[in-house]
């Protein structure tokens, strides 16, 4: 083990994980500062010699400083500034370890071997998406950036490079989704702009579309339905036609008309992603999560009616919590969702099973916060009956924040 401070190697790794130099981190402590607090920050040089001491644990950052990493990167105090060095980040870095033997056995820079395996790893992450909390998730994905970072500056050709960006700019996507479910949005912005960025330099449309219909879907977890319908329109100009970012953007929005009550439209978009998905055959790997699966979209339908308060949303919701209960593998996150999405095309006529399905989907353990409204809308108009029990949802609820 190193002699370096598990909050060190946090730091480094953290800042590495963002792609930035330290003269970078520098500029972004800076900006994260109030004006009065930056009024007492030393000039530039000075702060990238302290970055460069506090990642080589000769020092820890006294206040101001933790504030503004917790601001930077999206995190709270104990997860990077903690004394502990568990077993997770020992796993991490045998992972990363093993990309690097890997390299020098290729005796490449970097080498299509290399990049091989870390494009395996981004599908593995991709797919560890649906049955993985976010907060794990995040842990792995930071480590694989910060060796993504390592690269950066390696010989390479210009294809190899390509590849490089991309694959960070799928961790970067990755990492904005598991910040947003996580509700940190500030963190999921700066991933965000990560991946835009890398996708522009790598010259990959889809990467690109997959961020704004990625920041659509923040943007309906806010009810701030026009932006989300604007973004989600873009990433179906931007995506590859029939690609899965294009088939998901156009599902997201047939699910933004639903929120809008706009039934015309909604219906509308429903026959568009029938006729997309109609050819298609079920991935390799079904759960990966930018790789579009032809059963999701009945999942997507069932969402889509009960938002939009179609009779035909109850049928339909109750055939999909019976398929994705069946499941093999069994999907964790998306069961909850179809839970969720038949508890409340329930809530007018069978406030009863719809309060006993959101309860369970409440208590599942994976239930992500950018989910939680979900359950409050079904508990809101469960509440709206007046029948006896609500209060043990009400209850239920608030344990989810606490």
């Not at 930035?20 to 920050?41: I, K, N, S, Y």
């Not at 593998?329 to 099973?353: T, W």
């Amino acid at each position: 083990m190193s002699a370096v401070p598990p909050w060190a190697v946090r730091l480094r790794a953290a800042r590495r994980g963002k792609l930035w130099t330290q003269r970078e981190l520098a500029r972004e402590l800076a900006e994260a500062a109030d004006p009065r607090t930056r009024a007492r920050l030393p000039e530039r040089e000075s702060l990238i010699r302290m970055i460069k001491n506090w990642e080589a644990g000769k020092h820890r950052p006294k206040d101001p400083y933790p504030m503004l990493y917790c601001r930077v990167f999206g995190t709270d105090e104990s997860a990077l500034f903690s004394d502990d060095d568990d077993d997770t980040s020992v796993r991490l870095d045998e992972e990363t370890e093993a990309l690097e033997l890997a390299r020098r056995v290729a005796a490449s820079d970097v080498g299509g071997e290399t990049l091989d395996r870390l494009e395996g790893v981004v599908d593995d992450l991709a797919t560890a998406y649906q049955g993985t909390s976010p907060a794990e998730l995040l842990g792995r994905i930071r480590q694989h950036l910060a060796y993504v970072s390592h690269l950066v500056d390696a010989k390479k050709t210009l294809v190899e490079h390509r590849r490089l960006l991309a694959a960070g700019g799928w961790l970067s996507l990755l990492a904005s989704t598991c910040h947003i479910d996580l509700r940190q949005f500030e963190a999921a912005a700066t991933w965000l702009r990560t991946a835009t960025q890398l996708a522009r330099h790598a010259e990959h449309p889809e990467i690109a579309a997959w961020c704004l219909e990625t920041e659509a879907w923040q943007a309906v977890t806010t009810a701030d339905y026009r932006r989300a319908l604007s973004l989600t329109q873009g990433a179906q100009a931007l995506a590859p036609r029939r690609s899965s970012a294009f088939i998901q953007a156009t599902a997201q929005e047939g699910r933004i008309w639903a929120r809008l009550g706009s039934g015309p439209e909604t219906r509308d978009v429903l026959n568009r992603v029938a006729r997309l998905v109609s050819p298609l055959s079920a991935p390799d790997r079904p759960e990966h999560h930018y790789r579009y699966d032809p059963s999701k979209s009945e999942a997507y339908v069932a969402t889509t009616l009960s938002w939009l308060g179609d009779p035909a949303a109850v049928p339909y919701a109750r055939q999909v919590v019976a398929r994705m209960e069946a499941d093999v593998p069994f999907r964790p996150r998306r069961a909850v969702s179809a839970r969720l999405d038949l508890a409340l095309a329930l809530s007018a006529d069978q406030p009863d099973e719809a309060g006993r399905l959101v309860l369970e989907a409440m208590t599942s353990g994976v239930l992500v916060p950018s989910n939680h409204w979900r359950a409050n809308e079904v508990i809101s108009a469960i509440e709206t009956r007046g029948l006896p029990g609500t209060s043990d949802l009400r209850e239920a609820y608030r344990g989810l924040w606490s």
